[in-house]
């Protein structure tokens, strides 16, 4: 099993729409969850930390399922800037807390 | 944005030539990390620099060579590299490699081309 899981994709939406991106992880001593987006050709960039609790920024919601070992992802009134790669970032502790592995990302085009 | 930069951006070497790629972070961090990201795959993580100490070697070849001066600046140096080398090597720094949770902030990368 990979240590970080998610499906590739592509998802390809309507402007408007709702979306929301699964991710699984391996590890249940994980502790660190991080959701970034990466745009074609450049560098990941930090979407928004995970907490226990569920967080929102905007139309962004993640969700953590530590039961299930799942992360989520949703984007409401998807726009068309809001196309990219969503990356599920899980942090490893069987080495150290500086680890931070990447899964292999969710492609998501937003159509006009 | 200027967080972290990376240079150069796009680098084509041969298999015998020596280079070096340089990462700079103005965010005031202790923690500096060398990735390489291939097509089609996640990234991997490579070195891991906390106050300028090594922390981290991924099993990395040794053709690929860190070094940390400072906690603002991290170089990858390059020898005899092979054509499965060309990727994008991207540089991070966070506040503290100790502390779980910390965000990592990424440079733009270098692509590099191994002929």
């Known amino acids: 099993r990979k240590e970080v899981e998610q499906d590739p994709g592509p998802f390809n939406v309507p402007e408007g729409a709702t979306v929301a991106f699964n991710c699984t992880y391996s590890n249940s001593a994980s502790q660190s969850f991080f959701w970034y987006r990466q745009d074609c050709r450049k560098e990941p960039k930090l979407l928004m930390s995970v907490y226990s609790s569920g967080n929102e920024d905007g139309r962004f919601t993640a969700q953590l399922n530590r039961a299930s070992q799942y992360i989520s992802l949703l984007i409401r009134d998807s726009k068309l800037s809001d196309s990219a790669t969503y990356l599920c970032?899980?942090?490893?502790?069987?080495?150290?807390?500086?680890?931070?592995?990447f899964g292999s990302g969710t492609q998501l085009t937003v159509l006009p | 944005e200027t967080g972290v930069t990376q240079t150069p951006r796009h680098l084509v070497m041969g298999m015998t030539n020596k280079k070096s790629l340089k990462c700079e972070q103005h965010l005031g961090h202790n923690a500096m990390y060398w990735y390489k990201q291939s097509a089609k795959k996640p990234l991997e993580l490579m070195f891991v620099?906390?106050?300028?100490?090594?922390?981290e070697n991924n099993s990395v070849p040794s053709r690929f060579s860190p070094e940390c001066p400072n906690s603002s600046h991290l170089f990858l140096h390059l020898h005899t590299l092979q054509p499965e080398d060309s990727a994008l090597y991207l540089c991070?720094?966070?506040?503290?490699?100790?502390?779980?949770?910390?965000?990592?902030?990424f440079g733009p990368g270098t692509r590099l081309t191994v002929t």
């Open positions: 991070a720094s966070s506040q503290d490699a100790d502390r779980g949770g910390n965000e990592q902030y």
């Open positions: 970032v899980v942090n490893n502790p069987s080495g150290s807390a500086r680890q931070l592995t």
């Open positions: 620099y906390n106050f300028k100490e090594q922390t």
